[in-house]
């Protein structure tokens, strides 16, 4: 899964398949610096994830990538077109989905469909609302006003106005937030087939069982981007070193260890705790001891996406502070 | 591996503490001792207190929104000056038009009375009839004077001629009191004027002529009128609302990440109100023939033409206050502040002629003031677009200027 050869090329940003190519985006509101800096690259046709805490800049370069934002500083392409000045170009092949559902809640869903058919001036609005009625399996609720539909439901509605143009890349902001289990499945089943068939996808999120569907992951925090890749090339960038303990009063133990030198960081992860740090012979030397209660079970194991990214905001706060 | 935990913000015992937003910080979810309390009942106090909390909130909001702060200071303050500087229920200085069918010092004389009472003020001489009907079918006076022929040689025969006096009186309350002003001027008039006899009765007449609505029936100038208020009113407000009502749906995000460009969504947000504002304009001038029995003497089609054009630019008005509003509420407000002037200074409720010079100049940059005149003139004097063409090409200057504003201003990006 690695693309990093297929990134490595010299003039890449026009390459045919690369969809997204930017480099030192910047944006701030005010005196708040959004995004820093921020270059990437997504290849066309890959499922690219977008993760990062709240407030980290996630929808600020989602936005900057459509056109909705001008960066303060910086460039690059989406699907080719100049993000600064071809805004125009870009909108008609990108299909943006807002963190908010921004349907007219006024309208039905085949009401909807067809107010954006219209808009992208395709041929037949009507016939292609319907087809995408059918796609969905929203039949019985064609004629539901959008407002009444349930989380789920709006979701697959959204996602599909933004497929109905036709589009060669998808925006998706947040696009499973709040939505359960088996909906969210689903619309990760619909978002790999629309990348078999050649679609980009771009989507932020802030699960990690979302992320490792991913082709590609870029982590972002506090405006910076902190690590990209595929999510093994990730979790072996990060140099963690990660031991896994079970045993009796699990919540005095995560005290203990998250004071003692070398470990930056004690998650419990239901019957265990998850203990990491950056150095491998600081943690080793400060589990020592520890080690040798017969009451307390130790593995070493490989760290999870969550605690790297754990990680890597503690650090890149660190770095800021 | 991962997947345990749903989320990034899970509990993460430890100094590199995950606080990136507000959800993880203590003393957000403790209602026991508080709620308990509430819970008991304690009356009076206790409901005092919630009504604290909600009248501090209320406060807060207000004072982050400026708009509404300020319509709340200009609103009072505009209505005080407009209706003390701007409105005069007596007006003077009433445009006058003068035909002379000839010069003579007693016809000067006259004329120079009539300036004096204060309620005339020559603007124009007319060189022919031709021209006399049309300064007043056009609105560009009020009144026209007319000195016929032979008017001293008669006057001194001891012939009583009369001297016509014709009044626009569309608007009964702008002519009245200057015709009624008219009666005495024949006794006073020529009062130093040597060697004219002194007589009773005085030795000429006035013979007036309201034009346009003899018998001063106030529906005939109210009912037009009201078309033009109502217009502006509904209009304003269908598309203040337009722009603000997407972002504050949160669908304006989608719309701006849509090909469609600030003009295309106007157009597209105005023209169903165009038409909705024809059939309320039909209906109120369908009730005012059939109810108020207010002629139509000029063309349909001109007044509907012109009526279109009336709606279209208020219509861009609204869709500009739309477009510099941050909400539904500023948008209204917004309305209101330019409706009131609407009402006052374009000569619905007041005199257009008896306002100052400012209030004037103001009144022009009103669409209504423009609508008001077209209105009254197609409908009691059968005026054609020649006699009209000003205040039309006025109503167009004013709807292209708010068209531009409202594009420019339209946020084509977040930023």
């Known amino acids: ?36 800096d921020l270059t990437m690259q ?38 080719g077109y100049d993000i600064r000045t071809e805004g125009e170009k870009i909108r008609r092949h990108v299909g943006y989905m807002t963190q908010h559902f921004s349907l007219y809640k006024d309208l039905s869903v085949r009401e909807n469909l067809e107010f954006v058919a219209r808009v992208y001036g395709l041929p037949s609005p009507r016939r292609a609302a319907r087809a995408a009625i ?188 | 591996m991962a997947g345990l935990v749903p989320a990034i913000h899970g509990v993460v015992a430890c100094r590199s503490r995950n606080d990136v937003d507000a959800r993880d910080k203590r003393g957000h979810d403790e209602p026991d001792g508080m709620e308990a309390a509430v819970m008991r009942g304690d009356g009076m106090v206790m409901a005092l207190r919630r009504v604290g909390a909600m009248l ?91 000195i016929p022929a032979n008017f001293e040689r008669d006057l001194r025969r001891g012939d009583r001629p009369a001297l016509l006096v014709a009044a626009d009186a569309t608007d009964p309350v702008a002519a009245g009191s200057a015709l009624a002003a008219l009666t005495t001027l024949t006794r006073t008039a020529l009062l130093w004027d040597r060697s004219i006899p002194e007589s009773t009765p005085p030795p000429f007449e006035v013979r007036t002529h309201a034009r346009y609505n003899p018998a001063a029936v106030s529906q005939l100038n109210i009912v037009p009128g009201l078309l033009g208020t109502i217009l502006t009113l509904t209009m304003l407000i269908y598309t203040a609302l337009a722009v603000t009502r997407e972002t504050e749906r949160g669908t304006m995000e989608a719309l701006l990440a849509m090909p469609i460009t600030p003009v295309e969504i106007m157009l597209g947000k105005i023209a169903p109100y165009v038409v909705i504002g024809f059939l309320q304009a039909t209906l109120i001038i369908g009730a005012g023939v059939l109810l108020f029995a207010v002629p139509i003497f000029g063309d349909l089609v001109l007044l509907a033409t012109l009526t279109t054009l009336f709606i279209a630019t208020n219509l861009s008005v609204g869709y500009t206050f ?10 209204m407000q917004m309305s209101m502040m330019f409706f009131l002037p609407n009402l006052l200074l374009s000569g619905f409720l007041f005199p257009y002629a008896g306002m100052p010079d400012w209030a004037q100049v103001v009144g022009e940059a009103l669409p209504l003031t423009h609508y008001l005149r077209i209105v009254r003139s197609i409908m009691l004097k059968g005026s054609t677009l020649a006699d009209l063409h000003y205040d039309a090409i006025a109503l167009v200057v004013l709807m292209l200027l708010a068209m531009t504003i409202a594009v420019r201003r339209f946020r084509r990006t977040l930023d």
């Open chain 2, 56 to 146: 501090i909130k209320e406060v807060l909001q207000l004072r982050r929104d400026r708009v509404s702060l300020a319509t709340m200071i200009t609103i009072p303050l505009m209505q005080l000056l407009l209706f003390g500087y701007a409105i005069n229920t007596q007006p003077r200085n009433l445009p006058t038009a003068v035909l002379l069918q000839e010069s003579s010092d007693i016809g000067r004389s006259i004329l120079r009375a009539m300036e004096n009472t204060r309620y005339f003020k020559i603007v124009r001489e007319a060189r022919d009839e031709q021209e006399f009907d049309h300064l007043l079918q056009s609105g560009a006076v009020l009144f026209g004077i007319e």
């Open chain 1, 42 to 79: 997504v290849r066309r046709g890959a499922i690219y994830g977008f993760l990062g805490p709240n407030g980290s800049g996630k929808t600020t370069t989602i936005r900057m990538l459509c056109g909705l934002l001008t960066p303060d500083a910086g460039r690059g392409t989406c699907l």
């Open chain 2, 322 to 331: 739309s477009t510099l509003a941050q909400n539904q509420l500023q948008a």
């Open chain 1, 1 to 36: 899964m690695s693309t990093a050869d297929e990134r490595a090329g010299p003039d890449g940003t026009r390459g045919a398949d690369i969809a997204i190519a930017v480099e030192g985006l910047t944006k701030s509101f005010g005196a708040n610096v959004v995004v820093r």
């Open chain 1, 134 to 321: 059918e796609r969905l399996g929203l039949d019985d609720r064609a004629e539901q006003l959008a407002g009444a539909l349930s989380g789920g439901w709006k979701q697959r509605l959204a996602l599909g106005a933004c497929t109905l143009p036709n589009p060669k890349l998808l925006l998706l902001d947040e696009p499973t937030a709040g939505v359960d289990p088996k909906a969210r499945r689903e619309f990760w089943n619909e978002i790999h087939m629309l990348a078999a068939q050649g679609l980009t996808v771009l989507v932020s999120t802030h699960y990690m069982d979302e992320a490792e569907r991913c082709h590609e992951i870029a982590y972002i925090a506090y405006g910076t981007l902190l690590a990209q890749g595929s999510v093994p090339e990730v979790i072996a960038a990060s140099h963690l070193t990660t031991w896994t303990v079970s045993g009796p009063n699990l919540a005095g133990l995560a005290e203990t260890l998250a004071r003692r030198d070398g470990i930056t960081m004690v998650a419990p992860f239901g019957t265990s705790l998850h203990v990491s740090g950056p150095d491998r012979d600081k943690v080793d030397a400060a589990i020592a001891d520890l080690r040798a209660d017969s009451a307390l079970t130790w593995e070493p194991s490989e760290p999870s996406l969550e605690d790297v990214f754990i990680d890597l905001m503690s650090r890149g706060q660190g770095g800021r502070a």
